[in-house]
C-alpha cells in the first residue's frame, strides 16, 4: 500500500541507461559473479580437456604407445569434459536466474514509480506505450543480464588463462595472440556504437507504433463509420514499414559485426598456423620455434579459436547491450522524474485502489473514522499546470465533515484541476490544502469517466468494498437507480460489464462507481460531474446518495449542475471566487 512515508525505491538521479542498467544489476550482483565464477572454471576444465588430449595424441603418434598406455590422461581428460559441461550448465543457471530476478525486480520498481507518480505525468497518458515499456522494453534487457554481463568479466578472465597456457608452451605465439587480440574489441566498438543508435531508435519506433495500432483499434467503429478504412490501412502499413526499415538496418549492423569478427579471427589463427607448421617443417627458426612439439604446436592450434571465443560471445551478445541500453534509456525518464510531492503541511491522499487496500484490512468497520470529524482546510491555493498560467488564485476554504462543497464555473475555469490538486495528483502553484486528522485519512476520488474492468458487476463492486454483503451491494445499486440490474433481460450481481463499459449507459457506469464509493466510504470524497449524463429522474438517486454520504465524509463535487446546489453546504465559483457561500474563510 502506498503509504506517506514511502519514499521511491532509489531517490539518486540517472545520467545515463548505462548508470541505470549498472543499478539493476547491483540487485543480483552476487548471482552475477556465480555465473562469471562458473565460467571460469569451464575454462579452467577447457584448458585441462585439451593438453590431456594433445598429450594423448603425441603419445599415439610420436612414442606409438596405446591410449591406455598412461590411463590418468584419459581419465583427466573424460572428468575435465564432464567438469567444463557441468559449470557450462552453471554459467547458463546463474546468468539466467540473475537476469530473472533482476528484471522481476525492475517491473516492480517501475509499477511503484508508476503509482508515486501522478496519474497525469505524461508518460502514463498513452497505455500502450507504458504496456509495451513494461513488457518489451524489460524482456529486451534479459540477454544483457543473463549472457552479456557475466561475458564482459569473462572476455577478460578466459582469454588470460589460455594466453597462460599457450605462453607456457611458447612466448611468440602468446605474443602473437595478445597482439591480435585487443582489434576485435576495438572494432565490436566501432560497430557496436552504431548498432546502439538504431536500437534507441527501434526503441522509440516500437513504442509509437504500439500506440498508433492501439488507437486505431480503440477507434474501429468511428474508423467505419467515416469510412476512413482505406487511409488508416495506408498509415498502419506506412508505420509498418518504417518499423521494417529500421529492423532491416539494425541487422545489417548485426552481419556487419560479425563479418569483421570472423575475418580478424582467421587471420589471427592463420598465422599461428602458418607459424607453427614451417616452425615443425624446419624452415623458421627464429624466436623459441625450436622448441615446438606436436604436442605444444597442436595445443597451441586447438587453444587459439579458444583464445578469441569468449571474444566473439561478447560480440554476439553485443546486440543484447545495445537493446538493454535502447530500452533503459527510454526508462529514464520514469525513473528520473521526482514522486509526487506530499509535504507534511500537504494533504495526504491515497488513489481510490490505495483507500479500497487500506480499507480492506479492516475488516470490521465499513464506516471509516466514526470518531473523528474529518476537516478540509484550503489555505491561499493558487491552481494550474504551469506558474505562467494560473486557473484560480486565492482559494481560502474549510470544510467540515457532513458538508458537501460543490465547486462550479465555466468550463475550462479548473473545476477538475482543482479536484487534482485537492487529490495530490498536481501539486498547488501556490498555498497548500491541509486535511484533519491527518495523514491516515483516505480520499476517494470519482473522475468523469469512471473506469470499470471487464467483469461482472459483483467483481467489480467487490474490488472496492471487499467486505460488503452481497445485500448491501443489492441495496446500494438500488438507492441509485439500478433496478434494471435486477430485471429479466440481467443477470443480477453477475451481469457482466463489457471492455470500456460495453453493455452500460454512460449514466449507469457513473452509478455503478458511485455504489462502489457508497460501499465503502472514504473520509473525503471527490467527484467530478456526479450528474453529467444524467436525467432529472435519475439525477435524483444521486442527490439521495451524495446525501446519505455527505452524513459521515466531506463531499467535494465538480459539477454544471445547478441542481446539485440545493444539497450543496458550501459553494464555490470559480468564475466569481467572490461568491463563495457557507465558507468558513481561513
Ligand atoms: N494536463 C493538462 N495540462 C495542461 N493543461 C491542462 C491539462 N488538463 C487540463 N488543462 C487545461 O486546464 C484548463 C482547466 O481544465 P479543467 O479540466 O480543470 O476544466 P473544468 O472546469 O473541469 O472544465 P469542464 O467543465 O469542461 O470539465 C483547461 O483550459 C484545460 O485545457
Avoid at 550482483?29 to 556465480?34: A, H, M, N, S
Avoid at 607448421?277 to 627464429?286: D, P, R, T, V
Avoid at 470519482?446 to 467487490?462: G, I, T, Y
Wanted: hydrophobic share 45%; with cysteine; glycine share 6%.
Amino acid at each position: 500500500m502506498l503509504s506517506h512515508n514511502k519514499k521511491r525505491p532509489a531517490e539518486q538521479k540517472f545520467l545515463t541507461g548505462r548508470a541505470l542498467l549498472n543499478h539493476f544489476a547491483s540487485d543480483k550482483k552476487q548471482v552475477l559473479w556465480l555465473s562469471v565464477i562458473a565460467g571460469t572454471l569451464a575454462t579452467f576444465f577447457l584448458a585441462m580437456q585439451w593438453i590431456s588430449f594433445a598429450w594423448m595424441v603425441e603419445d599415439v603418434i610420436i612414442y606409438q604407445h596405446s591410449f591406455t598406455h598412461q590411463p590418468e590422461w584419459l581419465i583427466l581428460f573424460i572428468c575435465s569434459a564432464i567438469g567444463r559441461v557441468v559449470s557450462t550448465r552453471l554459467q547458463t543457471m546463474f546468468g539466467q536466474n540473475a537476469s530473472i530476478a533482476i528484471r522481476s525486480n525492475i517491473r516492480k520498481k517501475l509499477l511503484l514509480l508508476w503509482r508515486q507518480q501522478s496519474p497525469l505525468s505524461s508518460h502514463l497518458h498513452s497505455p500502450a506505450a507504458a504496456a509495451t515499456q513494461w513488457v518489451e522494453d524489460i524482456e529486451s534487457m534479459d540477454g544483457y543480464f543473463s549472457k552479456y554481463w557475466p561475458q564482459q568479466m569473462l572476455a577478460f578472465i578466459s582469454p588470460l588463462i589460455i594466453l597462460c597456457v599457450v605462453a607456457w608452451l611458447n612466448w611468440l605465439c602468446a605474443v602473437l595472440l595478445l597482439i591480435s587480440a585487443p582489434l576485435i574489441p576495438l572494432f565490436m566498438i566501432l560497430v557496436g556504437m552504431g548498432a546502439e543508435q538504431l536500437n534507441q531508435k527501434y526503441s522509440l519506433i516500437r513504442q509509437r507504433l504500439a500506440g498508433h495500432f492501439l488507437n486505431r483499434v480503440a477507434n474501429l467503429t468511428t474508423i467505419k463509420l467515416l469510412h476512413a478504412e482505406q487511409a488508416v490501412f495506408g498509415e498502419v502499413e506506412a508505420a509498418s514499414d518504417s518499423y521494417r526499415k529500421i529492423i532491416t538496418k539494425t541487422l545489417r549492423v548485426a552481419f556487419l559485426s560479425s563479418t569483421v569478427l570472423e575475418f580478424f579471427t582467421s587471420v589471427a589463427i592463420a598465422s599461428l598456423a602458418i607459424y607453427i607448421g614451417f616452425s615443425l617443417y624446419g624452415a623458421i627458426n627464429w624466436g623459441p620455434a625450436s622448441s615446438i612439439s606436436l604436442f605444444s604446436g597442436l595445443l597451441i592450434l586447438i587453444l587459439a579459436p579458444e583464445f578469441f571465443q569468449p571474444l566473439r560471445n561478447l560480440s554476439q551478445y553485443y546486440h543484447d547491450k545495445a537493446a538493454a541500453l535502447g530500452a533503459a534509456n527510454n526508462l529514464l525518464k520514469v525513473f528520473n522524474e521526482e514522486p509526487k510531492q506530499q509535504s507534511e503541511d500537504q494533504v495526504f491522499t491515497e488513489t481510490k485502489t490505495d483507500a479500497k487496500l487500506k480499507q480492506s484490512t479492516d475488516k470490521q468497520n465499513i464506516t471509516p473514522f466514526p470518531n473523528q470529524q474529518p476537516l478540509l482546510n484550503i489555505h491561499n491555493l493558487a491552481i494550474g499546470y504551469s506558474p505562467d498560467s494560473v486557473l484560480a488564485d486565492d482559494i481560502n476554504l474549510q470544510v467540515k465533515g457532513g458538508q458537501l462543497l460543490a465547486i462550479t464555473g465555466e468550463s475550462g475555469a479548473g473545476k477538475s484541476t482543482l479536484l487534482y490538486t485537492l487529490a495530490d495528483y498536481l501539486k498547488p502553484l501556490k498555498g497548500n490544502v491541509v486535511t484533519f486528522p491527518g495523514k491516515q485519512m483516505p480520499i476517494a476520488y470519482l473522475p468523469q469517466r469512471p473506469w470499470l474492468k471487464n467483469a461482472s458487476v459483483l467483481s467489480n463492486l467487490e474490488e472496492f468494498a471487499p467486505n460488503a454483503t452481497q445485500e448491501q451491494m443489492r441495496e446500494t445499486l438500488i438507492e441509485l437507480g439500478l433496478n434494471e440490474i435486477f430485471g429479466k433481460n440481467h443477470n443480477g450481481l453477475n451481469t457482466m460489464i463489457g471492455e470500456h463499459g460495453q453493455g452500460f449507459s454512460g449514466g449507469q457506469l457513473q452509478r455503478l462507481a458511485l455504489a462502489r464509493v457508497m460501499l465503502n466510504p472514504t473520509a473525503i470524497i471527490l467527484l467530478d460531474e456526479p450528474t453529467a449524463k444524467l436525467d432529472l429522474s435519475s439525477k435524483k438517486y444521486i442527490y439521495a446518495a451524495l446525501k446519505k454520504l455527505k452524513s459521515n465524509a466531506i463531499l467535494v463535487v465538480a459539477t454544471h449542475d445547478l441542481g446539485l446546489l440545493d444539497i450543496a453546504d458550501v459553494h464555490l465559483n470559480l468564475n466569481q471566487k467572490e461568491g463563495v457561500e457557507g465558507a468558513v474563510l481561513v
